[in-house]
């Protein structure tokens, strides 16, 4: 049985316990948002969205926003990939889409004339770089041009980047045209690894892009890495984070692979055989969390490291860490704007999500309307457990007073349900619990998940309707 503590942000550290982890594995959520996407709603349209968007304008609410950008296209298929992507060599196709992504933006820029300070800018794919250095000048240019942005010292505008498909002086250029964070796909850097997926990524073209965003003075860099790929093993995975500790990026982000062939269909060019098994996956997780906080870098949640003097280390230590749908943010009371095919925003109290299909997105577009296929209005008992699994997620305690504060429930008697369901959790040494405070535990929160699930009125529906649990089969494993 290993056991061991590590750093975390805010001085409490965590503590890996092998035994209590393989009890509790299960498949979860992660929590992106709540309710999760997988509940939106079909008949949600644009015509809501439209209503909602224009009663808060009318109520004076008035946050500043985020856009996210999502460029869909890729060169080539890595195969344990499961984002939505549209593999092409086809440049053609680019163009078109950038045409009608020009249209959903002013759309937007038009709803929000007189709310559309952006605070926080974010290119997802995809392969964001998959653009030429014209195109995404072009299309940065075109979003200044839409919304009021914050000065480069106070906005976060971060872009993720394929390293193979950039030079140095296009990561240079990146940084002229408005970005100022830098995320880099790497996964692994052994070859057997990275052939067994279908991404050849060499060390020294990986070190270069990062070398030129120091260069270009980003304000942060990140890495991203996935344990658990084929062919992985616990010497494999030291030597990848050897060389990424050397590469010293500000953020670094280890993603557990979620083998889902039956959503996924890349996924099913993966030899099973070549997988690890699970023992060994939950070894690569002890020794990535050992080597990161033994060089400095600072557990801040989920998957996520990073330097102390960073900004997302600063917001947990304060107390303003956030979480939304691209992951654990500093900017809490942003409006999501999302644009571009698949994308999913957040309004207020509203989600949505865009038509899937280029097809679909292009005909709702010539429509002239905003490409909305699915979405969701949060009503008072969404709203109040959003908040507590937000506030567990990024600081891993709640206090019971400020949720009675802010809505008109007594915690014991609205949540009697969920607190027994806790009790066990406590049991287990993952939270304490008074009268005042749910406080995860040293040990809880590397199952920050398992706690937060208690509070998912859909999945406690769920399971009363389905005895098989085949909704969790849509979720990657919470370890």
């Known amino acids: 049985m290993t056991v061991f503590k590590a750093a975390t942000a805010d001085g409490t550290g965590i503590e890996f316990d092998t035994a209590l982890i393989r009890r509790l594995d299960r498949p979860g959520p992660r929590y992106t948002s709540y309710p999760t996407a997988d509940r939106f709603d079909p008949g949600f349209s644009s015509r809501d969205y439209l209503q909602a968007v224009n009663g808060a304008a009318v109520r004076g609410n008035v946050p500043p926003l985020s856009l996210y950008i999502h460029i869909p296209f890729c060169e080539s298929i890595c195969y344990y990939c499961g984002c939505n992507k549209i593999v092409t060599r086809d440049r053609s196709k680019a163009a078109t889409y950038l045409s009608y992504l020009k249209r959903e933006i002013d759309m937007h820029s038009r709803l929000l004339a007189d709310v559309n300070r952006v605070e926080q800018l974010h290119f997802g794919g995809g392969t964001p770089t998959y653009l030429s250095d014209e195109q995404m000048g072009d299309l940065m240019a075109h979003l200044h041009r839409r919304f009021r942005f914050a000065p480069d010292a106070e906005g976060e505008y971060s872009i993720e980047v394929d390293p193979r498909t950039v030079t140095r002086e296009r990561v240079l250029n990146l940084r002229r045209q408005g970005f100022n964070r830098i995320s880099l796909g790497v ?233 027994d369901a806790l009790r066990e959790l406590e049991q287990n040494g993952l939270l304490v619990m008074d009268d005042e405070w749910i406080t995860v535990t040293p040990k809880g929160r590397l199952l920050i998940r398992n706690i937060c699930m208690v509070f998912d009125r859909y999945l406690r529906t769920s399971a009363k309707t389905d005895e098989a649990a085949a909704p969790l089969r849509r979720y990657s494993r919470v370890i």
Do not use: W
């Open 187 to 419: 996964q692994d850097f052994d070859p057997q690894v990275q052939k067994a997926v279908n991404r050849i990524q060499p060390e020294e073209e990986t070190r270069a892009i990062i070398a030129a965003a120091r260069e270009a003075r980003f304000r942060s860099v990140s890495v991203d890495l996935i344990y658990g790929l084929p062919k992985q093993n616990l010497a494999t995975m030291q030597t990848t984070l050897d060389k990424v500790i050397s590469a010293d990026p500000d953020r670094i982000a280890i993603y557990n692979y979620a083998h889902l062939p039956h959503l996924f269909k890349p996924q099913r060019r993966i030899d099973e055989a070549d997988l690890p098994i699970g023992d060994v996956k939950l070894a690569m997780l002890a020794l990535c969390i050992q080597r990161l906080t033994a060089a400095g870098y600072v557990y801040i949640g989920m998957d996520h490291f990073a330097k102390p003097s960073d900004d997302l280390a600063i917001a947990q230590r304060q107390g303003r860490l956030h979480r939304n749908f691209q992951g654990y943010s500093t900017h809490a009371e942003a409006d999501l704007i999302a644009c571009g095919v698949s994308a999913i925003g957040a309004v207020g109290a509203i989600y949505t999500q865009n038509a899937k299909t280029l097809d679909d997105y292009y005909e709702r577009l010539d429509r002239n309307e905003l490409p909305i296929v699915r979405g969701l209005q949060l009503g008072m008992d969404d709203l109040l457990r959003r908040i507590v699994i937000q506030m567990l997620m990024c600081h891993f305690e709640l206090s019971i007073a400020a949720i009675e504060l802010a809505y008109p429930v007594t915690f014991a008697e609205y949540f009697a349900t969920e607190l």
